[in-house]
């Protein structure tokens, strides 16, 4: 069974589109999150979720918002879609709220290619 | 603020031998979590082995061991007897609370057969 999985596992877009991106996991983790990799593999944290509730959020433009329908679910909608938003946006989850033995379990990745 | 740097973007071995990819780190807690992910060309992010700050023995896990340096911030990861397999993207990444990790650049390690 899949315990992080993304959908879709490709996306290519037009400029100025609106696109979401699924995530589920079946860990029965706490809290989830989306990360995104750069063309140059640079992986930083966007968002992450506490049950539902967003807890951080790293400056990320107000285009994106990420939705958490219930605790096995964080979604990314994108809004106006630009060049730079091309990428690899990895969804990930961990059982632990606060503390720092945090082991965090990632998809596999969704390829965002915006033309 | 936490940062993380890994100064090796690209290394190469020969099968079978021990590579080390090195990686420093700054953070001003006492304790935290430090991690080194794997992501071969599949794309997926796998986690190779874990230090708790707190524990002075270094982490072992297999042909994976780390030298966990902590007045120097200091968290390589050795590869001993390295197989085809491990040719990957590996990252080195910091967990202090505030629930989120922090990663390095990366290092992109091949081994030649």
């Known amino acids: 069974d899949t315990a992080v999985s993304q959908t879709p596992k490709y996306l290519v877009t037009q400029m100025g589109n609106d696109k979401s991106i699924k995530c589920e996991q079946n860990l029965g983790h706490d809290t989830m999150y989306w990360y995104k990799q750069d063309s140059k593999k640079f992986l930083k944290i966007m968002f992450s979720y506490n049950n539902k509730e967003l807890i951080i959020n790293e400056t990320v433009p107000n285009r994106f918002s990420p939705k958490s329908p219930d605790k096995a679910h964080l979604n990314l909608h994108i809004n106006s879609l630009e060049l730079g938003d091309s990428a690899v946006y990895f969804c990930a989850s961990s059982r632990l709220g606060l503390a720092e033995d945090n082991e965090q379990f990632f998809g596999p990745g969704t390829r965002l290619t915006v033309l | 603020a936490q940062t993380v740097t890994q100064s090796q973007p690209e290394m190469s071995v020969q099968e079978a031998e021990t590579v080390t990819l090195s990686c420093t780190y700054d953070?001003?807690?006492?304790?935290?979590?430090l991690f080194w992910y794997k992501q071969p060309p599949s794309r997926q992010m796998i986690l190779v082995i874990r230090?708790?700050?707190?524990?002075?023995q270094n982490a072992t896990e297999n042909r994976f061991s780390v030298n966990f340096q902590k007045a120097a911030k200091s968290f390589s990861l050795k590869i001993s007897d390295s197989q085809l397999g491990d040719t990957a993207m590996y990252f080195c990444?910091?967990?202090?609370?505030?629930?989120?990790?922090?990663f390095g650049q990366g290092t992109r390690l091949t081994i030649n057969p």
């Open positions: 953070t001003s807690e006492s304790n935290y979590y």
């Open positions: 230090q708790e700050a707190y524990k002075q």
């Open positions: 990444a910091l967990h202090q609370g505030a629930q989120k990790l922090v």
